[in-house]
């Protein structure tokens, strides 16, 4: 495993910028003046609170419309303000004590791209893949333009991308369609990047496939575990626990090479609140990201369980990558969970590594023990519409759940209907 070692305590809270600040979609496009992206700073204290100790970014960097057509790799995005106003952010996140990622799109550039609008004009175009009618584009967007990856001066400029935004304070790079960039590129960027920030920490987009591999081939830190986010929601829809055990097996094959980024959501797909047919299970949704091994990622507002369906349509994506106004009043019992289960994590930094073991596995119940070495929990899930007896490998101590479970030692347990406990 390559993680740097602070990416062991790292708990993300993950936004999207051009979103959150209202500047994308917009009737008309704000201008640097308006500083928006200094509204992310009002926010910070509520990650602090809510136990995250990193800052995940979406897009930051100049593009015409959602920061995934990048213009600039070099400069902040004018709509959501200046250089001087990401060295602000940085500032304020450092004083809280919060890492920064970055989101880095080294697949594919914008149609504004300076190098892509001189190829048009000189027909030369060696930084940019050739397809059967002119350039390459990415999965068929017109808009995005695939670069070439075999090329040394895309390699080059990459590297010098990177090595600019880390040593402004970024902490480590969320690599955007990892999935259709050759590994050998990665191999060529990261250990040139590597050589000048060796804390700096890579994580690669990575829908399907062999995990393992692509990490090693392309000397990624780690990938984005869809396998198991899908295994989460869709296992709780179906009430099919064997979906979930299977994925949870595989899941402790990756942590023998690296740790995977896990989520319950993103700003690509719906949130885990629409997702699920029952918001009742918004928590054994929670309770498993928390509990198992890997990097957790937080979605801002999914600790409110706020609503949002990601459709395949233009601008499908607006309802999950919402504006973000003032902070929600008064208490919340998905915010409190929340904030409970993050300190549970934080206070047993080796579930970052921990594997899982079913102990007892029915459609609709599953109690498993999650550990490292002598370091363990057992976690009983119950989904079912009457109580789970569950028995445990040993006497411990119920230090959370829901439907008011004992406090003392106990050996046997009855979980509630759609209900769950953790037993230390």
């Not at 992206?37 to 960097?61: K, M, Q, T």
């Not at 009457?386 to 445990?392: K, S, T, V």
Request: aromatic share 10%; with cysteine; hydrophobic share 40%.
């Amino acid at each position: 495993m390559t993680d740097p070692d602070w990416v062991r305590h790292v708990i993300w809270w993950h936004i999207y910028p051009l979103g959150f600040v209202g500047a994308f979609p917009a009737q008309s496009a704000p201008t640097e003046d308006q500083h928006r992206l200094l509204r992310i700073i009002d926010w910070l204290d509520h990650a602090v609170e809510l136990g995250a100790s990193g800052l995940a970014l979406g897009p930051v960097f100049a593009s015409r419309t959602h920061g995934y057509d990048t213009t600039d790799h070099r400069r902040i995005d004018p709509r959501l303000g200046t250089d001087a106003d990401f060295d602000r952010l940085i500032e304020e996140c450092r004083r809280r004590g919060l890492r920064v990622l970055l989101d880095g799109v080294f697949n594919h550039v914008g149609t504004d791209f300076p190098r892509y609008r001189d190829a048009l004009h000189s027909g030369s175009g060696e930084w940019f893949r050739r397809g059967r009618n002119g350039f390459a584009t990415f999965e068929g967007h017109g808009e995005l333009i695939a670069l070439n990856h075999a090329n040394p001066d895309v390699v080059a400029y990459t590297v010098e991308v990177m090595d600019h935004w880390l040593s402004r304070g970024a902490d480590g790079w969320r690599l955007d369609a990892a999935y259709a960039v050759p590994s050998s590129f990665w191999a060529k960027v990261l250990p040139q990047v590597r050589g000048r920030h060796p804390q700096a920490w890579f994580v690669g987009e990575i829908i399907h496939g062999d995990y393992p591999t692509q990490v090693q081939a392309g000397g990624l830190d780690s990938v984005t575990q869809y396998e198991l986010w899908k295994a989460i929601w869709s296992s709780l829809n179906d009430g099919n626990f064997h979906e979930l055990d299977w994925a949870l097996q595989r899941h402790n094959t990756f942590l023998q090479t690296f740790v995977p980024l896990t989520f319950i959501g993103n700003h690509d797909v719906s949130r885990i609140a629409s997702q699920l047919t029952d918001i009742r299970h918004v928590e054994h949704a929670l309770v498993l990201l928390l509990t198992t091994g890997g990097t957790p990622s937080i979605y801002a507002g999914d600790e409110w369980a706020w609503r949002g369906v990601k459709e395949e349509r233009a601008g499908g994506d607006d309802a999950v990558r919402p504006e973000f106004g003032s902070r929600p009043d008064g208490p919340d019992d998905t915010l409190s969970l929340h904030q409970y289960l993050i300190g549970l994590r934080r206070r047993n930094a080796w579930l970052h590594t921990a594997t899982t073991e079913a102990l007892q596995l029915s459609n609709t119940g599953y109690v498993y023990r999650t550990g490292t070495g002598t370091d363990s929990l057992v976690v009983a899930l119950n989904i079912g519409d009457a109580p789970m007896n569950a028995d445990l490998p040993a006497a411990g101590r119920v230090i959370a759940g829901s439907g008011a479970p004992p406090v003392d030692r106990v050996q046997q347990l009855v979980v509630p209907p759609h209900g769950w406990v953790i037993v230390d």
